[in-house]
């Protein structure tokens, strides 16, 4: 017995040795990637020496002695921190996750080489203008430099995750940075969900006035009535597909609700209290670890720039210089057409058009996949665009038999400029000159908030396309793609886009709000991002006669919903303090006490208040109760709350109370009972989920921040190293917006906000303050990788400065880097 218990005792201590040797070697086979910041590295495809200061927060300020030289910088700085994001945006992009995921990643590649972008970039190169296409080759030259370096120096492959994936990595190509931006696009753009979405609910409704409720027009003029999509397609089915979504955790395409959003505004002098414009910006995207963004400044000779970069791309997307200062946010323009495509009966692989059967323009395409035989695919494209498969946002279900589903878009251009656009506007000088160079952008359609030392603008830059008046649909709902009016016949004048210069009330600003109202084919769109935001930013920027730099930050931050103020009386109307005390543990005692904290509630989404999570989970299980009977499993769909639709309904406009009733019960319920039993039914579900205390409720339990990291984010034990979770305050109508996933079991985790955070001030350009969402560095063993993190939830910032001996003085390393 002695014997087998010390055998037991050797066998049990060697393990553990044996465990602790292994994680030793896989932590000193991943620090080796961790990039040292000091040091000198000879290198060729540079004229002169470049070097990089980087500051306390990571921040890189590159300098040299041409512009080609310093973005050769930035292309070796973001290959030190980024470069397996990069990779996976390049792969992603190509349609090659396959070659190192294996057959999970299939359908995700099979879809992105559909739409082919990786060869439109590749002819995009050639349209570039001169010094872009150097500074693209430059660019590519430093990521490669330092792929080099890591190859030479045993640099444990440049990052941690190239030991779990095994995958060399190709030279860098000025394609790829034109690329990503498509992929861009691909994360900004909704209307191809939109429009199947509308049709879908077109053919479930009974009533077809019914679809201005669940899917109503933004508040503005009216618009003419539209046909049912069934009379343009009498043989589809009057019911909603129930095919299932292709969603994978690597797709790029989002889902509804989560195609991009953001905030900007601007002050003039006249409404400044230090006498120099005002600029904050804060672009909202998916969070990831790390984040998209990546903090920059560069020394051009036209002087510097500072602000968010995308690793891959050698622009400044959102920053300043001395002159000038610029900030993005989804402009929401309809870019995108779904066709529907009549095949030839007696040769499928021919499509009508207005001149007659043609064939469809075919390639083929082989997709390498690991462990398993690689598969040819076939690429089809009609004049329209291209072929997309039906599972597709389920465009089987819209797709009636002996028709396929095609897609016109502007960023599938392969004279797309939207590079050169973009690193001409970090050389302008002022708001005029930004805005002429900004008509060479094309997609993703984006507001361009602008301000220099005198004024304020802002311009709608992207490619709009020409559609005809007469176009069936107006671009609301797929069309037959063989009738010319539904045809688009190329580009809207650019001096047609919506603009605005030196307004008399000296303040802009965008939420996603629509931002003019004219008439179909000049409307812009008839979805907008935003129609609860605005009203938050009206009021912060109308009570105050002069802003401020801080006042600004507080505006970013603001955490207070317009919805919950003006949704919440409208449905509790007939329930505040209603009734006689309930026993304690009863459910009407606990809706009493419920009731009781939302009356006394100001709206603001803080993490540490019950009444967000309160307000959010009955507004969530009203929705539910209130379209789940006319849209079946339909209702899937609308994960979000439709604050236009709650208050459609509890207003009656139109009838809109009729979605009260349940059809398939006998009683006739009222609005009031709805409201009631929604409430119940939230209250049950908060009970089960976090329990029955009310007051104890935190709404920053709920509403955490996922900045997971996309591949290694859900591997066991793994995953507390990666991902970076955080209680955040706001919600999905607040100014400090953090969108909810809208899926169970945790419907109101935030997953999509803002990635960065910017505010430029011109009377002292140099207090001017920027943060991301994580850190800079995409090495989840750097002290990088999250350090900004905490600083991004507590809403503080960073300077944001051109003094190089600033950046020098507390810097973290400064990179040689030398001509070989």
């Not at 060869?119 to 430093?142: I, W």
């Not at 990052?159 to 000025?174: K, T």
């Not at 580009?491 to 008399?504: C, E, G, L, M």
Request: net charge negative; charged share 20%; proline share 7%.
């Amino acid at each position: 017995m002695t014997l087998l218990f010390r055998w037991l005792l050797r066998l049990t201590a060697g393990l553990i040795l044996l465990t602790v040797a292994a994680l030793i070697l896989v932590w000193f086979l991943a620090s080796q990637s961790l990039p040292d910041y000091s040091q000198t590295v000879r290198t060729e495809g540079i004229s002169a020496p470049v070097e990089i200061v980087r500051d306390n927060a990571n921040v890189p300020h590159v300098l040299g002695a041409t512009d080609t030289d310093v973005f050769f910088g930035l292309g070796y700085a973001h290959a030190q921190d980024r470069l397996w994001q990069m990779t996976m945006l390049r792969r992603t992009v190509q349609g090659r996750l396959s070659e190192v995921f294996g057959p999970r990643t299939v359908e995700v590649d099979k879809l992105l080489r559909r739409f082919d972008f990786y060869r439109l970039a590749q002819r995009s190169v050639e349209v570039q203008d001169d010094y872009t296409r150097a500074a693209l080759t430059a660019y590519a030259a430093g990521v490669n430099a330092r792929l080099t370096e890591i190859n030479e120096e045993a640099l444990g492959r440049g990052a941690p995750e190239m030991f779990l994936f095994n995958v060399p990595m190709a030279p860098w190509q000025p394609a790829d940075s034109i690329a990503i931006i498509k992929l861009m696009a691909v994360q900004l753009s909704g209307h191809l969900e939109s429009e199947v979405l509308r049709a879908r609910v077109s053919l479930m409704l009974d009533d077809e006035t019914r679809l201005s409720d669940i899917l109503p027009d933004d508040p503005g003029s009216a618009i003419a009535a539209l046909p049912e999509y069934a009379s343009f397609f009498p043989d589809l089915p009057r019911y909603a597909s129930t095919g299932e979504r292709q969603d994978h955790p690597l797709s790029p395409f989002p889902k509804r609700g989560l195609a991009g959003a953001s905030n900007a505004w601007t002050a003039a002098p006249t409404r400044s209290a230090s006498g120099g414009t005002l600029l904050a910006n804060d672009p909202h995207l998916g969070f990831t670890a790390p984040a998209i963004w990546y903090l920059a400044r560069l020394e051009l000779e036209t002087g510097g720039v500072i602000g968010a970069t995308i690793p891959g791309v050698p622009a400044i997307m959102s920053g300043r210089s001395e002159q000038l200062g610029w900030g993005l946010t989804s402009a929401y323009l309809d870019d995108q057409d779904v066709y529907v495509e009549k095949l030839n009966p007696d040769n499928p692989e021919e499509y009508l058009t207005p001149d007659g059967y043609k064939r469809f323009e075919t390639r083929p395409s082989i997709i390498q996949i690991k462990d398993a035989q690689p598969i040819t695919l076939t690429l089809r494209w009609t004049e329209n665009g291209p072929v997309l498969p039906g599972t597709h946002y389920d465009l089987a279900g819209i797709t009636p038999p002996g028709h396929v589903a095609s897609l016109a878009w502007t960023a599938l251009s392969a004279e797309d400029t939207s590079i050169s656009a973009s690193m001409a506007l970090m050389r302008s000088g002022n708001v005029q000159e930004a805005i002429r160079e900004a008509e060479r952008f094309i997609a993703p359609a984006q507001n361009l908030s602008l301000a220099d030392r005198e004024t304020i603008g802002m311009k709608m830059i992207g490619a709009v396309p020409a559609r005809s008046p007469q176009h069936a649909t107006k671009g609301r709902l797929p069309t037959a793609g063989w009738r010319p009016e539904n045809r688009w016949s190329g580009r809207a004048p650019y001096a047609a886009n919506p603009q605005f210069v030196a307004p008399r009330g000296g303040i802009l600003g965008n939420t996603n709000n629509k931002i003019v109202d004219r008439p179909f084919p000049n409307h812009v769109s008839y979805e907008w991002g935003d129609t609860q935001r605005v009203n938050r930013w009206r009021r912060l920027m109308q009570s105050r006669e002069v802003h401020t730099r801080d006042s600004f930050i507080e505006a970013q931050l603001d955490p207070v919903s317009f919805t919950a103020r003006s949704l919440l009386p409208l449905i509790g109307a007939d329930l505040w303090f209603t009734g006689e005390a309930a026993p304690e543990g009863t459910p009407e005692r606990r809706r009493q006490i419920a009731l009781t904290l939302l009356a006394e509630w100001n709206g603001e989404m803080n993490e540490h208040l019950p009444e967000p999570l309160i307000y959010a989970a009955w507004l969530r299980a009203l929705q539910k109760r209130l379209i789940t009977d006319e849209l079946g499993p339909l209702a899937a769909e609308f994960k979000h709350v439709e604050p236009l639709f709650i208050e459609r309904v509890y207003k009656n406009i139109d009838g809109a109370a009729a979605w009260c009733d349940v059809r398939q019960s006998a009683p006739v319920e009222t609005c009031t009972e709805m409201a009631r039993l929604a409430l119940d039914d939230a209250l049950v579900w908060i009970g089960e989920t976090y329990g029955t205390t009310l007051e104890s409720l935190r709404w920053g339990d709920a509403h955490e921040a996922t900045h997971d990291h996309p591949v290694l984010g859900e591997v066991p034990v793994l995953r507390y190293f990666v991902n970076i979770r955080q209680s955040t305050s706001g919600g999905d109508n607040t100014l400090l917006r953090g969108r909810t996933s809208g899926d169970d079991p945790d419907p109101f985790q935030n997953v999509h906000g803002a990635g960065y955070r910017g505010v430029y001030d011109f009377a002292d350009p140099d207090s001017s303050v920027f943060v991301i969402s994580t850190g800079q560095s995409g090495h989840f063993l750097s002290r990088h990788y999250d350090d900004l993190a905490q600083l991004w939830r507590r809403g503080e910032y960073i300077p944001m400065s051109l003094d190089i001996e600033l950046a020098r003085a507390a810097s973290v390393g400064v990179t040689q880097l030398v001509p070989r």
